[in-house]
């Protein structure tokens, strides 16, 4: 039976207003300034940000969203609103959806709570992150946060750990890319946003593992907690075993590189343009960091991507589209919320 003093907000990434280069600019800024994503001095960031980068930026990525658009709008926006609709039918608690930049906001999300029902005593924040990064995971927790204390609500929040290793989302995950497997293919290739080298380093609680050598993802360590790369790899390595894929024919690479720094790698990019001089033609690629599917999967994988693949001399290029709505999902997020291990309080 439902706690019916309890409230639920599933939190996504978010997305600009619409595809015209002002509100680009707006959500890009808003995005960039976060000093979880560009970590770095605030007047240094200023700069880099509102006088080199998004002056550049927001015109290309105006039109890389204008070739994802709905009509409906954003499809970030438009999956995430699915997957609260979807998701409210199979629970009891209310469920609102909230974004980490841009609009709705973890107020709105908290005060449409409220106005449901005002006897509300927890709040449970589900950030739509299987694995933990300063960028994603760590910003949307830290943000809701601040406003649940800066706005006095009288309700404690609690948030879903990551569950990039949970039995249930992966049983999820792998029964969404089985059908894909099923045709001739040569490769399958698990691309992850990437961060930089030194946000793994700055997570690192022990101070002395991450990255200090190229075994350090799979030496037991405290670090896994917050390691993203070791998430990730995690993540691969347990639906490649379900599955039954051989070692020689998946692999992972993380895409989305910004600026100079060293990233994490291997770059999906580069591997798109390296594998069909290997010998892998027909490739299948999935994006298991991003819950729904939006500009990083429908345009920079599925396009830009692509593109890069099939010049580089490859016959097939499938993408699995990201968990969206899918049926086993939504049942994995519902066992997900009910285990202890998996709630933190904040």
């Known amino acids: 039976m439902a706690d ?14 619409s595809t015209s280069v002002r509100d680009v600019r707006k959500y890009l800024n808003e995005f960039l300034m976060d000093e979880r994503v560009i970590d770095m001095n605030y007047l240094l960031r200023l700069l880099l ?24 709008g954003s499809p970030l926006i438009v999956l995430s609103k699915q997957l609260q609709s979807a998701f409210q039918n199979i629970v009891e608690e209310p469920v609102t959806l909230a974004m980490r930049y841009g609009n709705p906001s973890p107020k709105d999300a908290f005060e449409e709570l409220l ?11 589900v950030p739509l992150y299987p694995h933990y990064a300063m960028s994603s995971y760590e910003t949307a927790v830290e943000y809701a946060k601040e406003i649940h204390r800066k706005s006095k609500f009288s309700f404690r929040l609690t948030a879903l750990k990551p569950f990039y290793n949970d039995e249930d989302y992966l049983r999820a995950l792998v ?42 993802c799979s030496v037991a360590s405290p670090a896994h907690a917050f390691c993203y790369r070791h998430q990730c790899i995690s993540t691969t390595n347990h639906a490649a075993a379900a599955l039954g894929i051989p070692k020689e024919k998946f692999s992972f690479s993380f895409q989305s590189r910004l600026g100079r720094d060293e990233w994490l790698k291997p770059y999906t990019v ?30 920079e994988i599925a396009e830009e991507g692509k593109e890069v693949f099939m010049h580089a001399g490859g016959e097939s290029f499938t993408l699995i589209p ?25």
């Open 49 to 72: 940000v509102k006088g080199i980068i998004t002056p550049f930026r927001a015109p290309k990525s105006a039109a890389a969203y204008k070739s994802i658009w709905t009509k409906e």
């Open 175 to 216: 029964a969404s890319i089985q059908p894909f497997i099923q045709q001739d293919y040569d490769h399958i290739l698990f691309s992850y946003h990437g961060i930089p080298e030194r946000h793994v380093q700055k997570t690192d609680i022990t101070a002395s593992h991450c990255l200090k050598n190229p075994d350090c």
């Open 4 to 17: 019916v003093r309890k409230g639920i907000v599933l939190m996504n990434l978010g997305s600009p207003e």
């Open 115 to 125: 106005s449901i029902n005002p006897a509300i005593e927890e709040v449970m924040l």
């Open 322 to 346: 990201c968990l969206n709505l899918n049926a086993k999902w939504i049942e994995a997020l519902n066992k997900m919320i009910q285990k202890p291990a998996l709630i933190e309080r904040l």
């Open 270 to 299: 580069i591997r798109l343009q390296e594998m069909p001089k290997e010998g892998i033609k027909k490739l299948i690629i999935l994006c298991p960091a991003f819950i729904s599917d939006c500009l990083e999967t429908l345009e």
